[in-house]
């Protein structure tokens, strides 16, 4: 069965400090695996994207990591603002669909001033 | 970018009427726009796939009769609530697929958040 998941469930840090958020997928084979950031109230927005031969992708402060190996990657946040408090969704593509995602639950940051 | 619009951005409903959600592309052409649901603390749940001119597909479990979905341009795609009670308060988001294969081409909308008294 195709599941992504992600921890920690919610994640609290002070601002400026850094912070990686998890996630361990099954989905084989698999497209792209990409990072989201969803505000409280809003629709998801893409930070990277990766294929499943991409290691690592940057988005300004925001690095996802891949590891198709080990079927993980992580998002790493550096200097965070309290701008970056939002749900972090990991979603995974498979190889043999045109449209589907599989989502994960997300991690809740929170960054406290 | 690519910029999905949906409207309204909230609406709230007494029991037993339907509520019209409409999802635009302003400044692409979607052959293909998705629907999702999300309810509070849970991930997105995609609801239907809907396809310029044609009948929507729905996942399973989702009933077609209750949520009506018409896709009439290339532009806009809208999900009509009908009977809303209670249990169908939820965030409802929608995705706007440009054309040509691969997932990496959806674009979210910024969602509607329903209330249904």
């Known amino acids: 069965k195709n599941q992504v998941e992600q921890s920690p469930q919610s994640l609290i840090i002070l601002e400026g400090k850094n912070c990686t958020l998890q996630c361990n997928y099954t989905v084989s084979p698999f497209s792209n695996l990409r990072w989201y950031k969803q505000d409280t109230g809003r629709g998801p927005v893409s930070l990277t994207i990766m294929t499943f031969s991409e290691n690592t992708k940057s988005n300004g402060r925001y690095t996802a990591t891949l590891d198709a190996d080990t079927k993980q990657s992580s998002l790493h946040i550096t200097a965070s603002q309290l701008s970056d408090s939002a749900s972090y969704i990991c979603v995974v593509s498979p190889m043999d669909s045109n449209y589907q995602l599989i989502w994960g639950a997300g991690t809740k940051l929170i960054i406290k001033p | 970018g690519a910029v999905v619009s949906q409207h309204p951005s909230w609406v709230i409903c007494k029991s037993g009427t339907s509520v019209k959600i409409e999802c635009r592309s302003l400044?692409?052409?979607?052959?293909?726009m998705f629907w999702y649901r999300q309810f509070p603390k849970q991930s997105l749940m995609l609801m239907a796939t809907?396809?310029?001119?044609?009948?929507?597909?729905?996942e399973q479990g989702v009933e077609k009769d209750k949520f009506l979905i018409n896709h009439a341009s290339l532009t806009l795609s809208t999900l009509t609530v009908t009977s809303a009670h209670p249990e169908d308060s939820s965030f409802y988001i929608c995705?706007?697929?440009?054309?040509?294969?691969?997932?990496?081409?959806?674009?979210f909308g910024p969602g509607t958040r329903l209330t249904v008294l």
């Open positions: 809907s396809n310029e001119g044609s009948k929507a597909t729905y």
């Open positions: 400044d692409f052409q979607a052959t293909t």
């Open positions: 995705s706007a697929k440009t054309t040509g294969y691969g997932t990496d081409t959806q674009y």
